[in-house]
């Protein structure tokens, strides 16, 4: 019972491309997030969604830009991708912040070249 | 600004053994939830346990138990009888009324059989 799919697994772009990392959530969750893990940072927050059309900048959003068209669906987009984006990017969603259940999306590797 | 650290990059115990991994956070909000997760090598993420910050009582789920400390704004987890299928990476959370997920930078468990 899937819950949160992130679209691609692995994407290898070249420097400059536009990408578009997608994920979508079945549960009718009004929080959406975007992080990247990087070796010895963590997860960092790239920005989230509190509802549609709504968002606001986690705490690196410089390179990024998100889109949520529909409740159920929040793309993550590098308008130039650079080396520097290569990294492991994380989608999770969750019903409200009452702290009930967070669910992950698989992960997105992306590598830069 | 709303921060989680972990001061712990990594940590070894040995099998059957209680191993502690620390947490501080700082937000300025009075209402929030605090999550610590495990990542396996497989990268899916685990809830491991739970607490709500208004209740006074250390959560606890079977072996795994919290020690919050709501005036020093910390929060640790303790593994007691720790297993082989422990070993990974442990990440700390803090989610607040605003919505916003932050996590920290995380602590790879490493268990000795």
């Known amino acids: 019972d899937v819950k949160v799919t992130q679209s691609s697994r692995y994407l290898v772009k070249r420097t400059g491309e536009k990408v578009f990392l997608e994920c979508v959530q079945d549960?009718?969750?009004?929080?959406m997030f975007w992080y990247r893990q990087d070796p010895g940072l963590g997860l960092r927050l790239i920005y989230f969604s509190y509802d549609v059309k709504m968002k606001e900048k986690g705490d690196i959003p410089e390179g990024y830009s998100v889109s949520r068209e529909k409740k159920e669906r929040f793309s993550l987009i590098l308008e130039s991708a650079s080396t520097n984006q290569t990294s492991m990017y994380l989608c999770?969603?969750?019903?409200?912040?009452?702290?009930?259940?967070?669910?992950f999306g698989e992960g997105s590797w992306l590598t830069v070249v | 600004a709303q921060t989680v650290t972990q001061s712990q990059p990594e940590m070894s115990v040995q099998e059957a053994e209680t191993v502690t991994l620390s947490c501080t956070y700082d937000?300025?909000?009075?209402?929030?939830?605090l999550f610590w997760y495990k990542q396996p090598p497989s990268r899916q993420m685990i809830l491991v346990i739970r607490q709500e910050a208004y209740k006074q009582q250390n959560a606890t789920e079977n072996r795994f138990s919290v020690n919050f400390q709501k005036a020093a704004k910390s929060f640790s987890l303790k593994i007691s009888d720790s297993q082989l299928g422990d070993a990974a990476m442990y990440f700390c959370?803090?989610?607040?009324?605003?919505?916003?997920?932050?996590f920290g930078q995380g602590t790879e468990l490493s268990v000795k059989p």
């Open positions: 549960m009718d969750h009004e929080n």
């Open positions: 937000t300025s909000e009075s209402d929030y939830y």
């Open positions: 999770a969603s969750t019903e409200t912040s009452t702290g009930n259940t967070i669910y």
């Open positions: 959370a803090d989610l607040t009324r605003g919505g916003k997920l932050i």
